[in-house]
Structures are given as C-alpha cells and as structure tokens.
C-alpha cells in the first residue's frame, strides 16, 4: 500500500541528519503530535529506550520536536501499541536488529493493518527499510526474500560500503534474481504521491553488475 509520505533511510553513523534530508523532513513533518519508534530488537530494552531518545533527538535538534514520542517492543501491551500507531503522525522502523523479527513484532501487537491504514508518514532505516519493500532480503540471515511491508517495490542493501567487500559481495549476490538499489549512509529515497527524490549515494545493482542511480532509473520505479 502506498503511503502519501515515506522516507527510506540507510543509516547515519554519526546520528544526525544531513541538512538536505533535514530540510525535506523540515517541509513535510508538519503536524507533529507523535513519533512512534517501532524496533527491530524487541527483547533489548535498555537499547530501544536509548535508541528511541536518540533518534528523536535526531529531529529536535533539526527544530522538528514532537510532543511525544515512544517505542514499541515486546513490552508494549498490543491495545496500546495500536493505539499508538493509529494516532501517530511519524512511524520509523528502527534498524539494529532482524527483519523478520520486526515484521513478527507488528504482526504480534496487532499492528499490521494500522501500520497499512494510518495516516502518518512513514520512515525505515537499515533493516526498518528493508521492511518497507514488497520483498525484503536479509543477507544477515539468508538470501530466501519474505514478504515486507509493501510501502515501495524496491529492495534495497542499507550501509553500502565499496570498501566492504563482504557487504559487496552479499549486494551482487542479492542481485542475481532481482534488482537491489544500494545505499550509501546518509542516503534516502523519499516518496510522495507517486514520485521518488534521492538524498545521496545509491546504486541500481542487477545481474551483479552496479551503477549509479540514473533520473531514468527513478523514472522507471514511479510507473
């Protein structure tokens, strides 16, 4: 399902946002009541707690404060973390962790259908990105894809790195039965109304071969 605002995040190293992606969040965070960080680690409560403050400061520091702000883990009692959810103006899938054990943690909280149906913008980083695509694979784990959330139809390797030639290697193998758009840390693919921007380095990767995203490229994912 396609959401009005989602943001598709690799990662940043130093836990801040760059001013390009912050002058976007800038234009579109308009309404904010609510964030609602939902890990990929849902059994480590000292990190989500840490985590979850972090990244909000992350935004308060960019003049983006929310009101409130929270996490959902194993903790989170499901009525209340659907509520959460429905009243949410910024969900963002953690990283950190597995995919599947996100996705199994919606599911589990009962939050899969509001996550689909609620109005808020919408945002991944690292493995909450991975999520957001139709099929999501995690090379951590295995190269069998598993059905993600549905928010893009692009697959994508977070923290691509030239230099890491194991994550590399992973990226091309990745590639070999379907495309994969790599990226850079402080990447991002913003989607609004059927239309994709790009925020810093990412690769189209097909049959093992790597390039450059191309304005045609983003042209060929908004049909």
């Known amino acids: 399902m396609r959401k009005e605002f989602t ?3 690799s990662g940043f190293p130093e836990h801040h946002f760059s001013e390009e992606i912050a002058k976007r969040l800038r234009e579109e965070l308009t309404q904010r009541r609510s964030i609602v960080f939902i890990t990929a ?3 480590d409560y ?4 840490d985590d979850c ?12 404060p929310f009101d409130q702000h929270s996490v959902i883990d194993q903790r989170t009692d499901p ?3 659907k509520e959460l959810v429905e009243h949410a103006d910024c ?11 996100q996705l199994d943690l919606i ?7 509001a996550l689909l ?9 690292s493995a909450g990105s991975m999520n957001m695509a139709k099929d999501t694979v995690d090379f951590f784990e295995s190269m069998e894809p598993f059905e993600g959330l549905g928010f893009t139809n692009m697959t994508v390797s977070c923290h691509h790195d030239p230099e890491n030639a194991w994550r590399y290697e992973k990226t091309l193998q990745m590639s070999e039965d379907r495309v994969v758009y790599a990226m850079e840390d402080m990447s991002a693919f913003f989607l609004k109304n059927g239309k994709i921007d790009v925020v810093g380095k990412i690769y189209r990767v097909e049959n093992r071969e790597l390039r450059l995203l191309t304005e045609e490229d983003l042209k060929e994912l908004e049909r």
């Open 53 to 64: 403050d972090g990244m909000y400061e992350m935004f308060a520091e960019q003049g983006l």
């Open 46 to 49: 000292a990190q989500n707690d």
């Open 117 to 125: 149906h609620c109005h808020a913008a919408v945002f991944g980083v």
């Open 7 to 9: 943001a598709v995040f």
């Open 91 to 101: 969900i963002f899938l953690m990283g950190g962790g597995v995919c599947e054990e």
């Open 41 to 43: 680690c849902p059994l």
């Open 107 to 113: 599911k589990e909280k009962g939050c899969y259908e």
């Open 79 to 81: 009525s209340f973390a």
